[in-house]
């Protein structure tokens, strides 16, 4: 059933006071996973209809599914965890939206989810243009599908690490231990959400919380004292001062 962002948004979900059955129901009425779903269709649609040999279509997809990881951690790590973008006032909205607001408060689902209008487009420039080296047009459409197709996946897992709730799956559970680390005990590691190859690779793994020190500034990001008063432009945005208790709640315990 499509329901629009505003109403679907007006239902206030709370991960941590959901169950896994409201999770299913509010994931799959959420417009922009609709729109992924209905654009993986056609686009595996329109990669069928052109492909002319079957070989490059599936190298382009494995390609995709490959790549996808990589890019998501360079993403997290050095544009979502960097500080350049709180520090431009022309990106600081963006940054509040896409992370900030999601460290600040990880049980709300109405930011855990990314914007269309980002997530689309760094879909499209991770999976297509590998997907076109290798297989064309036909590969390009496939590459994409694939991107959308692991977002849905990543999004959902996502949830289920913020949901109250404990994984049947052994995989689901150790998910979910990585990534709830990076959110209350260090946010610099662990920036994989289903997959931490790269975080192994790159030396940002943590299996157990006391292998490394508890951050101060696991959920405001760094976004505090100094920072505030000398880059307004976030608390501002947040509630229309930068000397109210912004900084304060964003270390209150989970």
Request: glycine share 6%.
């Amino acid at each position: 059933m499509v329901i629009g962002y505003k109403r679907w948004r007006s239902q206030n979900y709370l991960l941590n006071r959901m169950s896994f059955r409201d999770l299913v129901r509010a994931y799959f009425t959420y417009p922009a996973i609709q729109v992924y779903i209905a654009l993986c269709v056609a686009s595996s649609a329109l990669a069928i209809y052109w492909a002319q040999s079957v070989l490059p279509v599936l190298g382009a997809v494995a390609a995709a599914v490959l790549v996808y990881p990589l890019v998501w951690y360079l993403l997290h790590r050095f544009v979502l965890h960097g500080r350049w973008m709180y520090r431009s006032r022309w990106t600081a909205r963006l940054w509040k939206r896409v992370h900030y607001d999601h460290h600040l408060h990880p049980n709300d689902l109405s930011v855990l989810f990314g914007a269309l209008h980002n997530t689309l487009i760094t879909i499209f420039v991770a999976t297509a243009p590998v997907g076109w080296l290798i297989g064309g047009a036909a590969g390009a459409a496939a590459a994409f599908a694939a991107g959308l197709a692991t977002t849905c996946f990543y999004e959902f897992c996502h949830c289920i690490q913020h949901l109250a709730y404990t994984p049947k799956l052994k995989m689901l559970q150790r998910m979910k231990k990585l990534h709830l680390a990076h959110h209350f005990h260090n946010e610099q590691g662990n920036y994989g959400i289903t997959n931490f190859l790269w975080d192994r690779l790159l030396s940002t793994y943590y299996e157990r919380p006391g292998s490394v020190p508890r951050s101060p500034t696991v959920r405001n990001l760094g976004y505090t004292g100094p920072e505030v008063a000398r880059y307004p432009w976030v608390a501002r945005i947040s509630d229309g001062t930068p000397s109210s208790g912004l900084v304060r709640d964003t270390q209150r315990a989970p």
